[in-house]
C-alpha cells in the first residue's frame, strides 16, 4: 500500500525526492505510473516503508486522491520556471491549480533544500539523515527513462479509469 505521495509537476524535483527518499528503511518509486496502475501500486508489498514521487498521479486520481490514507508531499514551482527547464510549454497554469486542491504538506519548490527535516518528519516520521540530505543537495538529478516498456492497453485503460 502506497504509505506516502511526493506530488508535483515536470521538473519540480519528484525524481530528486524519489532518490533522497529511497534508504534502507524506506522505498519510493519515481513516476509510478509508466509501469503500473494505481490498483497495484495500492497492493505494492514491500518490507520498507513505501511511496510515490509522481508527476501524474493528480491526474490519475483525480478528485479521489484526497480520501487515499498516504501522507502527501504537494510541491509547487512556477509554470514559467518549469516550461523554461523542459525547453518547451507543455504545463499550463490549470495543471498547476489542480495541486492547491490536494490535502497534505504543500512546499514551495524553492524551500525543499530548507526544509529537508520538515519534510521527511511529515512522510516518513523517525530516522532523518541530515549528511545524506546535505549530500544530496548538491547533486542534479533527472528521469532516465530509456527501456521502459510502453504500457499495454490494458493498463492504459485501467490507469485512465482509476483502478
Given at each position: 500500500?502506497?504509505?506516502?505521495?511526493?506530488?508535483?509537476?515536470?521538473?519540480?524535483r519528484t525524481t530528486w525526492m524519489?532518490?533522497?527518499?529511497?534508504?534502507?528503511?524506506?522505498?519510493?518509486?519515481?513516476?509510478?505510473?509508466?509501469?503500473?496502475t494505481l490498483s497495484e501500486l495500492?497492493?505494492?508489498?514491500?518490507?520498507?516503508?513505501?511511496g510515490v514521487a509522481d508527476t501524474?498521479?493528480?491526474?490519475?486520481?483525480?478528485?479521489?486522491?484526497?480520501?487515499?490514507?498516504?501522507?502527501?508531499?504537494?510541491?509547487?514551482?512556477?509554470?514559467?520556471?518549469?516550461?523554461?527547464?523542459?525547453?518547451?510549454?507543455?504545463?499550463?497554469?490549470?495543471?498547476?491549480?489542480?495541486?492547491?486542491?490536494?490535502?497534505?504538506?504543500?512546499?514551495?519548490?524553492?524551500?525543499?533544500?530548507?526544509?529537508?527535516?520538515?519534510?521527511?518528519?511529515?512522510?516518513?516520521?523517525?530516522?532523518?539523515?541530515?549528511?545524506?540530505?546535505?549530500?544530496?543537495?548538491?547533486?542534479?538529478?533527472?528521469?532516465?527513462?530509456?527501456?521502459?516498456?510502453?504500457?499495454?492497453?490494458?493498463?492504459?485503460?485501467?490507469?485512465?479509469?482509476?483502478?
Open positions: 500500500m502506497i504509505e506516502f505521495m511526493v506530488i508535483g509537476l515536470p521538473r519540480s524519489s532518490n533522497w527518499l529511497t534508504t534502507t528503511g524506506t522505498f519510493c518509486l519515481h513516476d509510478s505510473l509508466a509501469q503500473y495500492n497492493q505494492y508489498t514491500c518490507k520498507k516503508t513505501f501524474a498521479i493528480y491526474q490519475a486520481m483525480k478528485g479521489s486522491i484526497n480520501s487515499h490514507p498516504a501522507k502527501k508531499l504537494i510541491i509547487h514551482r512556477p509554470i514559467d520556471e518549469i516550461n523554461a527547464s523542459l525547453g518547451r510549454h507543455q504545463v499550463s497554469q490549470s495543471d498547476a491549480d489542480a495541486l492547491h486542491d490536494i490535502k497534505g504538506m504543500h512546499v514551495d519548490f524553492k524551500d525543499i533544500n530548507r526544509m529537508g527535516k520538515r519534510i521527511w518528519m511529515h512522510l516518513i516520521g523517525d530516522g532523518f539523515d541530515s549528511e545524506r540530505f546535505n549530500e544530496l543537495t548538491l547533486m542534479n538529478v533527472q528521469p532516465h527513462f530509456d527501456g521502459l516498456q510502453p504500457m499495454n492497453q490494458a493498463k492504459i485503460q485501467s490507469w485512465l479509469s482509476g483502478n
